[in-house]
T-cell receptor, first 113, second 115 residues
Framework: GESVGLHLPTLSVQEGDNSIINCAYS??????FIWYKQESGKGPQFIID?????DKRQGQRVTVLLNKTVKHLSLQIAATQPGDSAVYFC????????????FGKGTKLSVKP | ETGVTQTPRHLVMGMTNKKSLKCEQH?????MYWYKQSAKKPLELMFV???????ENNSVPSRFSPECPNSSHLFLHLHTLQPEDSALYLC??????????????FGAGTRLSVL
């Protein structure tokens, strides 16, 4: 797997455009999913979550889409701003009593002014 | 501010040193976690504590020793580390694991360098 630093998938967008970050998960029993944003020098910050019984959830400028058929999750950021530049991680909760999260590879989003 | 504070932010230590990382959460949560974040790997879960009891040790070497004296504080004691242990160590807390949504909130991490 890959994480913060070298060899991260990178998405470069123009300021004001919409961004779409994708994530594939592996366990069909996962019951909820979370998107985190990690800026340089900081820990991951919660953005939005979605339960497995939903297809879509909207927040402020962000929308998460869940396609359980193909085990795919996406994060859409509207009107991307320079402050959105960060590494974005999806995480899945694989159920069970612990509620522990499994993190995916990050995607580095760069916003060009 | 996320409500989770980690100290120190940066730490350099030799392989024979003993040091400790500290994490404190002000969110009233019952679960706390240690993660390791390396340059070429996804976030790796190390330890989980629920109500001060360790509920998961993800095959972590014994040179890492966690301690959770209460639900608000978590320590990671380090001794005889190796250079490959250099990484960002992240602490997180969550309301508690009993099914349902259990969002974890992270601290800023301790950047550890082992020489």
């Amino acid at each position: 797997g890959e994480s913060v630093g070298l060899h991260l998938p990178t998405l470069s967008v123009q300021e004001g455009d919409n961004s779409i970050i994708n994530c594939a998960y592996s366990n069909s029993a996962s019951d909820y999913f979370i998107w985190y944003k990690q800026e340089s020098g900081k820990g991951p910050q919660f953005i939005i979550d979605i339960r497995s019984n939903m297809d879509k959830r909207q927040g402020q400028r962000v929308t998460v889409l869940l396609n359980k058929t193909v085990k795919h999750l996406s994060l859409q950021i509207a009107a991307t701003q320079p402050g959105d530049s960060a590494v974005y991680f999806c995480a899945e909760n694989r159920g069970g009593s612990q509620g522990n999260l499994i993190f995916g590879k990050g995607t580095k989003l760069s916003v060009k002014p | 501010e996320t409500g989770v504070t980690q100290t120190p932010r940066h730490l350099v230590m030799g392989m024979t040193n003993k040091k400790s990382l500290k994490c404190e959460q002000h969110l009233g949560h019952n679960a706390m976690y240690w993660y390791k974040q390396s340059a070429k790997k996804p976030l790796e879960l190390m330890f989980v504590y629920n109500f001060k009891e360790q509920t998961e040790n993800n095959s972590v070497p014994s040179r890492f020793s966690p301690e959770c004296p209460n639900s608000s504080h978590l320590f990671l004691h380090l001794h005889t580390l190796q250079p490959e242990d250099s990484a960002l160590y992240l602490c997180a807390s969550s309301p508690g694991a009993s099914g349902g949504v259990n969002i974890q909130y992270f601290g800023a991490g301790t950047r550890l360098s082992v020489l």
